[in-house]
Nanobody, 123 residues
Framework: QVQLVESGGGLVQAGGSLRLSCAAS????????MGWFRQAPGKEREFVAA????????YYADSVKGRFTISRDNAKNTGNLQMNKLKPEDTAVYYC????????????????WGQGTQVTVSS
């Protein structure tokens, strides 16, 4: 079993920055992918970014490319999402998740999820 705990959400003005963290415990990580997703009210959960745990390859949604940076700290079993130049449309609950198999951008391919952290960007 894997436990994921997000932190770092909050309220920020447009153009500001936030850093989300996802602490993983309960299982050793090797060839997994950690992903970040977000869900705004009335919308489906959408892919934001992902990172392969072993080699650090990163993937981004077009909407956040150039503004968000995903990283991981293998020693601490922690994933991070640095969010810069935030926009009001980035407002959502952000979730980290660990992938079991399949592609990295579909939520259905992720086996474990954190509880989510709210990010609100004011205009």
């Amino acid at each position: 079993q894997v436990q994921l705990v997000e932190s770092g959400g909050g309220l920020v003005q447009a153009g500001g920055s936030l850093r989300l963290s996802c602490a993983a415990s309960g299982r050793a990580f090797s060839d997994y992918v950690m992903g970040w997703f977000r869900q705004a009210p009335g919308k489906e959960r959408e892919f934001v970014a992902a990172i392969s745990w072993s080699i650090g390859r990163t993937y981004y949604a077009d909407s956040v490319k150039g503004r968000f940076t995903i990283s991981r700290d293998n020693a601490k079993n922690t994933g991070n999402l640095q969010m810069n130049k935030l926009k009001p449309e980035d407002t959502a609950v952000y979730y980290c998740a660990v992938q079991g198999s399949g592609n990295y951008y579909s939520p259905i391919n992720y086996d474990y999820w954190g509880q989510g952290t709210q990010v609100t960007v004011s205009s």
